[in-house]
């Protein structure tokens, strides 16, 4: 039984994109059909795009969204707070499942769910479908997260609390970033951004570094209380020198690298001072090596946090630190440019060439 015809967009082979057309299945017992009404262009779409995923060459594409419930199957009453649910409603979910008897579920890993990516890894033309967020409708299966968007969030904003801003409150959570510190930010994309506001909130200060003028210029109204442009300064030598300045000559006490450049890798670590921290989440796509001297890292008592995925229940976090700083900072300009679904392969282009910092798909009203 179908409602409706939807479509979605998928990538044939790396940088190659078509489109399909399906019926849009009715909402099984314990699930829900989501109408996508927004979809943004994260870094994981770039790898993906660029055929620097590890596995994945085929399939949809696009994770972070929001949309509005469609239909609901037997059983599938509330989100996971407890609030009701009805037709209508806006929701945002995570893109992958705790399926809750794997391994690392049952260690209360969640994150690292083994069978996380049971559906988002289906081909389109597997039933049913719509398991991206480049498309006009999205079904939830019954293991994954459901919340209810806040009136005062719009669609733009909420968005990108599905991936980049639940991703980053979870890894600074895991890392024990606290009040009083100093935190070097590599890289002023969407993620790079949102741990800055979360920086600031939580009292730390930061240092942010990208290459971007624009980006930078972002940085400083979420908060940053430093930028260094790459451009500006070219020589790692000299950044090290300017942070060490900006440290009373130690370094910063934690790093996080949201850049997707291993080269950043190592730069973070000769960054840091003696028993610091580094928070890694933007270096995705293995095989690509960087030069790397494990004495250096143990003379120094640094601790390494390499962060995949996050916690489900981040997602209410995340919507919950949007609604709470709404007036703080500029979410809604975190989103610079925005596409049609039939425009799928240009923001996608435009967002690797960095002609645009976060791209928004408009799918729907």
């Known amino acids: 039984m179908s409602i409706a015809q939807g479509t979605l967009a998928f990538m044939a082979a790396p940088g190659t994109l078509e489109y399909a057309t399906y019926d849009v299945p009715v909402a099984g017992p314990g699930a829900l059909v989501m109408r996508v009404t927004r979809a943004n262009v994260c870094g994981s779409e770039l790898h993906i795009w660029n055929g620097k995923h590890p596995t994945k060459r085929r399939g949809g594409i696009g994770h972070e969204m929001v949309g509005v419930v469609e239909s609901l199957g037997d059983g599938t009453t509330v989100d996971n707070t407890g609030a009701p649910l009805a037709i209508g409603d806006r929701i945002v979910v995570p893109y992958f499942q705790t399926c809750e008897h794997c391994f ?16 988002y890894g289906m081909q389109p033309e597997e039933w049913p479908h719509f398991h991206t967020s480049y498309a006009t409708h999205y079904y939830v299966h019954p293991r994954q997260y459901v919340y209810k968007v806040p009136a005062a969030i719009p669609d733009s904003v909420a968005a990108g609390a599905n991936c980049a801003l639940s991703q980053v409150l979870f890894g600074i959570a895991s890392a024990g970033f606290a009040n009083g510190e100093t935190l070097l930010v590599q890289g002023a994309g969407g993620l790079g951004l949102y741990a800055t506001a979360i920086a600031d909130q939580l009292g730390i200060t930061t240092i942010v570094v990208d290459g971007v003028a624009a980006r930078l210029e972002q940085a400083k109204k979420f908060g ?38 291993p080269a950043a890798f190592s730069e ?62 500029p979410f809604e300009d975190l989103i610079d440019a925005t596409f049609a679904l039939s425009e799928i392969e240009e923001a996608l282009n435009a967002s690797a060439e960095r002609r645009v910092t976060r791209a928004s798909i408009a799918i729907s009203s």
């Open 104 to 119: 690392h579920c049952l260690r209360g890993e969640w994150n690292l769910c083994d069978n996380a990516y049971e559906f």
């Open 224 to 261: 940053a209380d430093h930028v260094i442009n790459i451009a500006d300064v070219p020589d790692a030598e000299e950044r090290r020198q300017r942070i060490l300045h900006l440290t009373d000559g130690r370094g910063p006490d934690g790093a996080i690298e949201v850049t997707g450049v």
């Open 268 to 329: 973070g670590l000769s960054l840091l001072r003696r028993g610091g921290q580094y928070l890694v989440m933007g270096n995705l796509s293995p095989g690509v090596t960087v030069p790397y001297d494990p004495g250096f890292v143990t003379r120094k008592a640094l601790k390494i946090l390499h962060v995949d995925r996050y916690e489900p229940r981040y997602l209410k976090k995340a919507l919950t630190f949007i609604e709470n700083n709404l007036d703080n900072y």
